[in-house]
């Protein structure tokens, strides 16, 4: 899962940084239509929240995660290969859908993966590996982008986004966790087990 997160970050870190440079530059869009594409994608992300339940009662977390990543950095990809700001609002509106069913079985695997008393140390070591691949990514892109163009940093890190998804299909296993007996139930029959020995010396 470490890796699989190292690699995610790689590819959208850059995306993020370049994002605003990219829009101006690309589609000379300004502020408004940066907030068209924002509200496409969150539209999406609606729709990609309702269909959760039905999504996840008929696909493994597993595939949720990685054909839903290789799908992000596909639809990232061809942003960079985009023709006319319209694609870049449907783009937009394709990954919010995609994204939000990855998200939710990524998280759902780390909880089940992970004990309760270890979980917040957990969660704070993914955040941190998050952030460490992010900033190396949005170095990366800042060094680069101009030599390579703002175009190319979408494919380039879009295909790395997509190899994240394939990785994780390969690495990553959904944990199968122990019902544990209720507190009461386990107490009720220690108590009854008393009563017998009590009763039948």
Do not use: H
Not at 32 to 47: T, W
Not at 49 to 65: E, P
Not at 149 to 167: E, K
């Amino acid at each position: 899962m470490l890796i699989c997160l190292a690699v995610v970050q790689l590819g959208l870190g850059a995306i993020n940084v370049v994002w605003v440079p990219f829009l101006q530059r690309t589609f000379g869009v300004g502020p408004e239509g940066l907030g068209i594409v924002d509200s496409a994608q969150g539209v999406g992300m609606v729709v990609g929240g309702v269909a959760l339940g039905f999504v996840t009662s008929r696909l493994s977390k597993i595939t949720l995660i990685g054909w839903g990543l290789v799908a992000i950095g596909l639809l990232l990809a061809g942003m960079g290969l985009a023709p006319a700001f319209v694609y870049i609002i449907a783009i937009s509106a394709a990954i919010g859908l995609v994204l939000v069913p990855a998200q939710a079985s990524l998280m759902t695997i780390m909880q089940l993966a992970v004990p309760d008393l270890k979980r917040g140390r957990v969660g704070s070591a993914l955040n941190a590996l998050a952030v460490a691949a992010g900033l190396l990514s949005m170095a990366t892109a800042a060094t680069f982008g101009e030599a390579i163009g703002l175009r190319m940093v979408y494919v380039v890190f879009g295909l790395i986004t997509s190899g994240a998804g394939l990785l994780g299909l390969f690495v990553l296993r959904e944990p199968e966790k122990p019902l544990a007996p209720a507190p009461a139930t386990a107490s009720l029959a220690e108590g009854n087990c008393n009563d017998d020995a009590r009763t039948n010396p």
